[in-house]
């Protein structure tokens, strides 16, 4: 069974894009508290994006120490990447050690689901604190000091299920991918170009659903170029396996590129 985390923070407000105005509930960490005064708000939460990308680097540090790659996932609702993620951790594991973080406003479904793959699984619900819609750096600090970090290679992160906010919070990751489901039509880049702008991979989902519906795919490709050009993009289906191998390749080479680049090798990617 995943372990659970439940926090209880303080009161913030942010917004969908930078600087943040209107309200929602988020702990950024001790750094942060609230002032609505105009340009005062904007100040304020400027040092709350500061302080988390402090420990962010203090992740990155950390997770490097121990040699774990981790990956970003991140998605709207219902696009399908727990799924992804079960065929996924089936398919590497036991080649790499793999651990996983799911972040829920609440319930345990995802955790319990994943868990099942014998990878040590931890579930952040944000539920307690009004239902945050990402995950920020300080939470995947303490949910990893419930992982056994000395035997994992792969740490995946699946962040809240949102298209906006988990893209503007720097966790300590090493990539960060994008998954869009063909059910959810082909504009989302075109509507919510950070997180097509600040992941490093796409994947586009339910493939085997475009003979059901009028959707197309070559649309959906251009438009994530267009607001990310040259971004890998691969086209899968969690429920088939279809497309799983050229995604498999690309995760499996860029845990071997940290892996070479902390031990000095040069060995090509996969």
């Keep these: 069974m995943p372990f659970d985390l439940f926090f209880t923070p303080r009161r913030r407000h942010h917004d969908h894009g930078r600087p943040h105005h209107h309200p929602h509930s988020h702990d950024h960490g001790p750094d942060s508290h609230t002032v609505r005064s105009g340009t005062r708000e904007i100040r304020v939460v400027r040092r709350v994006l500061d302080a988390n990308d402090r420990m962010a680097e203090a992740n990155r540090r950390h997770f490097a120490a121990h040699g774990i790659f981790v990956l970003n996932m991140m998605s709207s609702p219902g696009s399908g990447k727990t799924t992804l993620l079960i065929r996924t951790l089936a398919a590497l594991m036991p080649d790499l050690r793999c651990a996983v973080i799911v972040g829920d406003i609440c319930s345990t479904y995802d955790a319990d689901q994943l868990s099942v793959s014998g990878a040590p699984v931890v579930q952040v619900n944000t539920d307690e604190f009004g239902g945050d819609c990402h995950l920020a750096a300080h939470v995947i600090d303490r949910a990893a000091a419930e992982l056994p970090l000395d035997d994992v290679d792969l740490l995946i992160v699946e962040n809240v299920g949102n298209l906006v906010c988990p893209a503007e919070f720097d966790i300590g990751e090493d990539r960060r991918v994008v998954v869009l489901s063909t059910t959810e039509g082909e504009e989302k880049p075109i509507k919510y170009p950070l997180m097509f702008r600040e992941c490093d991979a ?69």
């Design 202 to 270: 796409a994947l586009l989902n339910k493939i085997d659903l475009i003979p059901h519906l009028d959707y197309d795919r070559r649309l959906a490709v251009d438009n994530i170029h267009r607001i990310h050009p040259d971004m890998p993009v691969f086209e899968i289906s969690a429920r088939t396996g279809e497309g799983f191998d050229p995604w498999l390749t690309w995760l499996r080479g860029e845990v071997a590129a940290k892996r070479n680049a902390a031990t000095g090798r040069e060995e090509p990617r996969e």
